[in-house]
């Protein structure tokens, strides 16, 4: 392997891990504020909107 093979190979791990990582943060933090926001409602009566 080359040295522009290995960069490139290391470039596409770090793009890939990046991309994979803003999507579980995306998934996971969209239905938290939703289930956040429902509890508050439940418990506290605010609005869903504050």
């Known amino acids: 392997m080359d040295t522009g093979n290995i960069v490139m190979i290391l470039l596409m791990v770090i793009g890939g891990s990046a991309g994979i990582l803003s999507t579980l943060y995306l998934a ?6 939703i289930l956040w926001k429902i509890y508050r409602k439940i418990r506290y009566g605010y609005a869903l909107t504050d």
């Open 28 to 33: 996971v933090s969209f239905p938290a504020v």
